[in-house]
């Protein structure tokens, strides 16, 4: 069967190139089992065609005048999914992204026909109006496999249940990498199987040992350039290739990127321009001309949005990366090279999981460029070998649910109650008689944690038991529908029965378990067992001393301290300062709403609290960030130039701003235009 056989308008080829090509096997078999009225659960490698089968099921959902979502696992991924998928529109079809403020309603949806989201962004709206899945056709859930992730996974498990449950129409097309039990998966999704290893560029895989590769048909290539790192890479990047290499620390990734640059000879251009006020540019910048680049979560989303750019133009040879980017951005390479198959996890030492190995070999080959990739495990002892050729002859691990941990059915309780899905003890044990938990382990394991969930919830007022069963408060609702932790809530709650006061609420939000905190050092304890005191906060624990150092990094932020200071104070990354802020943010906003039921004098505080994380700024600027590309660092610009309020800005001269530090002639032409659009909406 060929593309133009399914039927589709003509437009629908101009989506893959204009090109009319034969389907793989298992593409044709997936699209004939989801118009058949099946589910289908297609596990295929990496670049096997999955969205070709995605796209023809939303095409399919549209002409019965149905919505689909398109759920992926990372904000990040979402922005590129919707990148690619605007090309639908040219079908006369809408196309939005949702990936905001998680209290926000769910009309994107019954606005639009096709949305991408987040698992977690789909969970929330499940919270605050479950109908709106009546109005859904199709949920296509990408990259299915990572149900069985104890952060992520959960989520995607409770919005598959929920949205079927709401909506027992509603159609399924979950894609995966291959897992070894996938047949479960397809069983509690109700959906047909389709798998293959099927690659469209051809994979080599095999162990670097001694100076040779040992590929797995057992042929073996000896390298001339000797037993280190660098040989291995020459034989890619020698012949035009690029390469991906995963280690399993920063440190790791900046010293491999700095041996690997040492031995290069290539001389890249960079763009001199590029405006970064962090740690790492002049190293990064450094390495880059040789045609390397380090990439981790340390590194500012701007850092790592320029080395990803710069890879894609093949301005980069190599890339030495921490295994978020496999996870992270669609960034494959001719050769992938895994350095490192242990990491170190909760005070131990221990081998990464075979499906993640699996995840990262997976990138190897360019479709378009290369006509093979190279998947190559570096081992450097006999033990070393021997778990390579584990991860190259065994199976994934199984992918397990977590969703009848505590913690997670104390979230879904509530979610539950508050949306009217399951309101009676019996009618929450039927719900969790329908996960994949449930099919994997037995609702027994779980019947015993309902209980406790729902004491908990009744003993803190996030619900009341009426004769009809559980009813939540204003505050359960509240929580419910800013999607936060309950536990959260309490430790909000809490501060606010107290004094209110910028620190203290700082600390409050860096206890919360919603909140990504940041490690110490021996070195910091005195100054943060300081902080907490004075906050009058009398535990010392671990927990304690990590959400004063969050704190105090957010007061810094939230101070103007510049980022590079920010860094070199508390020995972090850029991306650590703006991981804080974002989930900061968060829960700054919900402590916000909350005091405006608990506490409303205090509510204006919060707010302007909220405001100044979201911004970074002091809260004489906050009316300058309004003005669209104005920062923490130009607004503070633009206040001691004289121009501190948004009315001044739309009035002044081009001349004037552009002399500023940090604006262009263009720059200030386009500040100016946006203060205005301000402006107008405000009727000034």
Same mark, same amino acid.
């Given at each position: 069967m060929r593309v133009s056989d399914l039927g589709h308008p003509g437009e629908f080829l101009d989506l893959f190139g204009g090109r009319d090509f034969e389907l793989y096997g298992h593409q044709e078999? *997936?699209?004939?089992?989801?118009?058949?009225?099946?589910? #289908?659960?297609?596990?295929?490698?990496?670049?096997?065609?999955?969205?070709?089968?995605?796209?023809?099921?939303?095409?399919?959902?549209?002409?019965?005048?149905?919505?689909?979502?398109?759920?992926?696992?990372?904000?990040?991924?979402?922005?590129?999914?919707?990148?690619?998928?605007?090309?639908?529109?040219?079908?006369?079809?809408? #196309?939005?992204?949702?990936?905001?403020?998680?209290?926000?309603?769910?009309?994107?949806?019954?606005?639009?026909?096709?949305?991408?989201?987040?698992?977690?962004? *789909?969970?929330?709206?499940?919270?605050?109006?479950?109908?709106?899945?009546?109005?859904?056709?199709?949920?296509?859930?990408?990259?299915?496999?990572?149900?069985?992730?104890?952060?992520?996974?959960?989520?995607?498990?409770?919005?598959?249940?929920?949205?079927?449950?709401?909506?027992?129409?509603?159609?399924?097309?979950?894609?995966?990498?291959?897992?070894?039990?996938?047949?479960?998966?397809?069983?509690?999704?109700?959906?047909?199987?389709?798998?293959?290893?099927?690659?469209?560029?051809?994979?080599?895989?095999?162990?670097?040992?001694?100076?040779?590769?040992?590929?797995?048909?057992?042929?073996?290539?000896?390298?001339?350039?000797?037993?280190?790192?660098?040989?291995?890479?020459?034989?890619?990047?020698?012949?035009?290739?690029?390469?991906?290499?995963?280690?399993?620390?920063?440190?790791?990734?900046?010293?491999?990127?700095?041996?690997?640059?040492? *031995?290069?000879?290539?001389?890249?251009?960079?763009?001199?321009?590029?405006?970064?006020?962090?740690?790492?540019?002049?190293?990064?910048?450094?390495?880059?001309?040789?045609?390397?680049?380090?990439?981790?979560?340390?590194?500012?989303l701007e850092q790592r949005a320029l080395i990803e750019k710069m890879f894609r133009e093949r301005q980069l040879d190599v890339i030495v990366a921490t295994p978020t980017l496999a996870a992270g951005v669609n960034l494959p390479a001719r050769a992938v090279i895994v350095r490192d198959t242990t990491r170190f996890t909760d005070g131990h030492t221990e081998y990464i999981p075979s499906i993640e190995v699996q995840q990262m070999l997976g990138r190897a080959g360019r479709p378009g460029y290369d006509t093979q990739g190279y998947a190559i495990i570096f081992a450097t002892t006999p033990a070393g070998y021997d778990r390579a050729r584990a991860y190259l002859t065994g199976e994934t691990e199984p992918v397990v649910s977590s969703f009848g941990d505590p913690e997670r059915v104390r979230?879904?309780?509530?979610?539950?109650?508050?949306?009217?899905?399951?309101?009676?003890?019996?009618?929450?044990?039927?719900?969790?008689?329908?996960?994949?938990?449930?099919?994997q382990s037995g609702i027994e394991r779980v019947r015993p944690i309902i209980p406790a969930a729902l004491d908990f919830l009744e003993r803190e007022g996030f619900i009341r038991e009426w004769d009809d069963g559980y009813r939540p408060t204003q505050f359960g609702k509240e929580v419910s529908d800013l999607y936060i932790d309950p536990e959260s809530a309490v430790v909000l709650r809490e501060y606010l029965a107290g004094t209110t006061s910028v620190d203290r609420a700082l600390l409050a939000i860096s206890l919360t378990r919603d909140m990504q905190t940041l490690r110490y050092f021996e070195s910091e304890v005195d100054t943060l067992w300081s902080f907490l005191e004075e906050c009058s906060y009398r535990s010392y624990d671990d927990t304690a001393l990590k959400a004063a150092k969050t704190a105090l990094v957010l007061r810094d932020w939230i101070e103007e301290v510049p980022m590079r200071q920010i860094c070199n104070t508390y020995a972090i990354g850029p991306g650590d300062v703006q991981s804080c802020a974002s989930s900061a943010e968060w829960m700054a906003y919900s402590l916000w709403k909350l005091s405006t039921i608990i506490k409303r004098e205090s509510a204006h505080e919060h707010q302007v609290l909220y405001r100044r994380i979201s911004e970074g700024v002091r809260e004489d600027i906050l009316a300058l960030t309004v003005i669209r590309g104005v920062g923490r660092v130009r607004a503070r610009r633009l206040k001691m130039a004289g121009l501190d309020t948004v009315e001044k800005v739309a009035s002044a001269g081009i001349d004037k701003i552009a002399t500023i530090p940090g604006f262009s002639t263009r720059l200030a032409a386009d500040t100016i235009r946006n203060a205005s659009i301000i402006l107008r909406r405000m009727g000034t």
């Amino acid at each position: 069967m060929r593309v133009s056989d399914l039927g589709h308008p003509g437009e629908f080829l101009d989506l893959f190139g204009g090109r009319d090509f034969e389907l793989y096997g298992h593409q044709e078999e *997936a699209i004939e089992d989801f118009r058949s009225g099946h589910n #289908v659960l297609l596990s295929v490698p990496t670049a096997a065609g999955k969205t070709l089968v995605a796209y023809s099921a939303i095409l399919d959902t549209f002409a019965r005048g149905m919505k689909s979502i398109y759920i992926v696992p990372l904000k990040a991924l979402a922005s590129e999914k919707f990148d690619e998928m605007k090309r639908l529109r040219s079908l006369g079809m809408r #196309v939005s992204i949702s990936v905001g403020d998680y209290d926000s309603p769910p009309s994107v949806i019954r606005e639009n026909d096709v949305v991408v989201m987040t698992g977690e962004k *789909a969970d929330s709206f499940l919270h605050h109006d479950p109908d709106v899945f009546q109005d859904v056709g199709l949920i296509v859930a990408d990259e299915v496999h990572l149900i069985g992730e104890r952060k992520r996974g959960p989520v995607l498990e409770n919005v598959l249940t929920g949205a079927r449950l709401v909506n027992p129409d509603l159609r399924v097309v979950a894609l995966s990498a291959t897992v070894s039990n996938y047949g479960e998966i397809a069983k509690w999704l109700g959906a047909r199987s389709v798998v293959s290893d099927f690659r469209p560029v051809k994979l080599r895989r095999g162990i670097y040992y001694r100076g040779r590769i040992i590929y797995d048909d057992q042929s073996i290539e000896n390298l001339p350039k000797g037993n280190d790192l660098w040989g291995l890479v020459w034989k890619f990047v020698s012949g035009g290739g690029q390469v991906l290499i995963f280690v399993n620390s920063r440190r790791r990734a900046e010293e491999t990127a700095r041996v690997l640059a040492d *031995a290069s000879s290539r001389e890249t251009e960079i763009d001199e321009d590029y405006d970064d006020d962090g740690m790492y540019q002049e190293d990064l910048f450094d390495l880059m001309r040789k045609g390397v680049a380090y990439h981790h979560a340390g590194l500012s989303l701007e850092q790592r949005a320029l080395i990803e750019k710069m890879f894609r133009e093949r301005q980069l040879d190599v890339i030495v990366a921490t295994p978020t980017l496999a996870a992270g951005v669609n960034l494959p390479a001719r050769a992938v090279i895994v350095r490192d198959t242990t990491r170190f996890t909760d005070g131990h030492t221990e081998y990464i999981p075979s499906i993640e190995v699996q995840q990262m070999l997976g990138r190897a080959g360019r479709p378009g460029y290369d006509t093979q990739g190279y998947a190559i495990i570096f081992a450097t002892t006999p033990a070393g070998y021997d778990r390579a050729r584990a991860y190259l002859t065994g199976e994934t691990e199984p992918v397990v649910s977590s969703f009848g941990d505590p913690e997670r059915v104390r979230f879904n309780c509530l979610a539950l109650v508050s949306s009217r899905l399951a309101n009676t003890l019996e009618k929450i044990e039927a719900y969790y008689s329908s996960t994949l938990y449930s099919l994997q382990s037995g609702i027994e394991r779980v019947r015993p944690i309902i209980p406790a969930a729902l004491d908990f919830l009744e003993r803190e007022g996030f619900i009341r038991e009426w004769d009809d069963g559980y009813r939540p408060t204003q505050f359960g609702k509240e929580v419910s529908d800013l999607y936060i932790d309950p536990e959260s809530a309490v430790v909000l709650r809490e501060y606010l029965a107290g004094t209110t006061s910028v620190d203290r609420a700082l600390l409050a939000i860096s206890l919360t378990r919603d909140m990504q905190t940041l490690r110490y050092f021996e070195s910091e304890v005195d100054t943060l067992w300081s902080f907490l005191e004075e906050c009058s906060y009398r535990s010392y624990d671990d927990t304690a001393l990590k959400a004063a150092k969050t704190a105090l990094v957010l007061r810094d932020w939230i101070e103007e301290v510049p980022m590079r200071q920010i860094c070199n104070t508390y020995a972090i990354g850029p991306g650590d300062v703006q991981s804080c802020a974002s989930s900061a943010e968060w829960m700054a906003y919900s402590l916000w709403k909350l005091s405006t039921i608990i506490k409303r004098e205090s509510a204006h505080e919060h707010q302007v609290l909220y405001r100044r994380i979201s911004e970074g700024v002091r809260e004489d600027i906050l009316a300058l960030t309004v003005i669209r590309g104005v920062g923490r660092v130009r607004a503070r610009r633009l206040k001691m130039a004289g121009l501190d309020t948004v009315e001044k800005v739309a009035s002044a001269g081009i001349d004037k701003i552009a002399t500023i530090p940090g604006f262009s002639t263009r720059l200030a032409a386009d500040t100016i235009r946006n203060a205005s659009i301000i402006l107008r909406r405000m009727g000034t």
